[in-house]
């Protein structure tokens, strides 16, 4: 049939990207067409939703926006793969949503592309959704660009805009450093110089669309790249041998080669290469193995196995650029979570370099990314990774960044260079452990945690709760959000990063206290759950009760010790929590307490009996 895919001609993965209504699945939808590769009944179909929704002529866009809510809004959400073939090559395309939130589904496609079709309206000419798809494609490896400048029928075919609008991306591709960019006017509803030149360009001398991709030259250097095979899965086929299943990303393997697990150094010899055909005796990129090893070494998923004498970095600390996907912000020293390989774990934004300004693609002094903002940051993990640069290796220099609550993908990164800790800086063992320091003290220590609104009551009944213990004969100390910033915290804020760093370095005070066997209350607003639950996550399970003092905010309000609602109401502050700025109550907290429902004293005392009843302090 025509159309059908020739598996040996080379294939080349392309998208279409641009803002919204340039005609990208239009485009798409004409190649498809014209390459017979539409089936006689979804063409009549076509032609009867085209004449349905009241267009004069086959409607192309159709064919490729196939979900009930592009069709109904007439634009692109999702990413719709086709595939065509012409005598000379295959192709599979991603046809891209143009609107500025749907912006991460045109960089997960743009990441697996050789080259991106840039859609230009010659009526309107280059936008700034235009030059941040080409900035994001170029940023994930696309290194080809045709400039599509469609629509050319809406300026009567004219030269004078065609040549405007690819100058102007010619210097915008200069500085973006792109190996190739060609620019070509057509027009793809009318079949303008899509598969077969337009006597209406007469002025044109360069290729068709289709011309220009059956000609353009892409090769796969994940063959030539070192040996990369993240290990997946770790299973056992019988008690004897176990298996190690992965897809090689770049390089060859073989049976009898030499590798090295990257973060260990550890050597070891491959005994056996299986696939879904059986034993093999090697295998390359993209090829889904399993694998045994000639030793007992000690595999688990998000392993690294690499060529001994081409490693990777080994490091804790990189820089990268991040492309922000999510309307929730990026705020430096929240712990998100990074997918890279097969590896998910911890990692913080250590320090924000800048924004890149898209249109003129200078840098800006930044302190958080929003949505569709592109960052250069320092970004620290919890362990030692193996990685490379993305300019070495994409498909080891690439990660993803996900919400540590809600597992939802926030951003998208490629890793510049690694960074690395002063090498004079250890960890020293201490003789006398916390345990010891507890014992002496004849008490268990542990993080008291209060969080709520400003004067729902936290900083009183904490107090309160120090004094009996105290009077208890128990080792106190109170860490009150007011105090540290005289002096620990006096530098910072209150913009949602600087609380951030507010609680981080209380956390880690905190920490410390609890090495030293005391038992630490805590009072502060602490707005937001990941810092609460990080400041958790830094002593033991046992060790951290979180006390939710729950008043509305009209009773804070009506309180006001300090006066500071009637400054916010007024203007007067900014970033106050409850008036401008956010406060993520406590989902699950050790100690719920209702501010006003009873004196705190009786909530102090509430607080004490769950401290008895979890054996923190004994039974007075």
Known sequence: ??????????????????????????????????????????????????????????????????????????????????????????????????????????????????????????????????????????????????????????????????????????????????????????????????????????????????????????????????LRLPIQLVTRVDADQRFYAGTIETGVLAAGQEVVVACSGRRTTIARIVSSDGDKTSAEAGDAVMIALADNVDLARGDLLVAPRDRPVVADQFAAHVVWMSDIRLLPGRSYLMKIGTRTLPVTVSELKHRVEIDGLTHIAAKTLGLNEIGYCNLSVSMQIAFDAFCDNPGTGSFVLIDRRTNATLGAGIIDFALRRATNVHHQELTVTKTARAALKHQRPAVIWFTGLSGAGKSTIANIVEIKLHSRGLHTTLLDGDNVRHGLNKNLGFTDVDRIENIRRVGEVAKLMVDAGLIVLCSFISPFQAERDIVRSLVDSSEFLEVFVDAPLETCIARDPKGLYKRALAGELRNFTGIDQAYERPSNPEIALMAGGSTPDRLADEVIRTLEERGIVSAW
């Open 1 to 226: 049939m025509p159309g059908d895919r020739t598996p040996e001609l080379p294939t080349l993965h392309l998208l279409t990207c641009g803002s919204v209504d340039d005609g990208k699945s239009t485009l798409i939808g004409r190649l498809l067409f014209e390459q017979h590769s539409i089936l006689d009944d979804q063409l009549q179909a076509l032609r009867d939703l085209s004449r349905k929704q009241g267009a004069a002529d086959v409607d192309f866009a159709l064919l490729v926006d196939g979900l009930e809510a592009e069709m109904e809004q007439g634009i692109t959400i999702d990413v719709a793969y086709r595939h065509f073939a012409t005598p000379g090559r295959s192709f599979l395309v991603a046809d891209t949503p143009g609107h500025e939130q749907y912006t991460r589904n045109m960089a997960t496609a743009a990441s697996n592309c050789d080259l991106a079709i840039l859609l230009v309206n010659a009526k309107k000419g280059l936008l700034t959704q235009t030059r941040r798809h080409a900035y994001i494609a170029s940023l994930l490896g696309v290194r080809h660009f045709v400039l599509a400048v469609n629509k050319i029928d809406l300026v009567d075919y004219r030269e004078a805009e065609f040549r405007e609008i690819s100058d102007a991306f010619k210097a915008y591709a200069d500085i973006l450093g792109l190996d190739s960019f060609t620019a070509i006017p057509l027009s793809a509803s009318l079949g303008d110089n899509v598969s077969t030149p337009s006597e209406k360009l007469a002025w044109y001398r360069g290729p068709t669309l289709i011309e220009h991709l059956e000609q353009v030259a892409v090769d796969n250097p994940r063959l030539a790249r070192p």
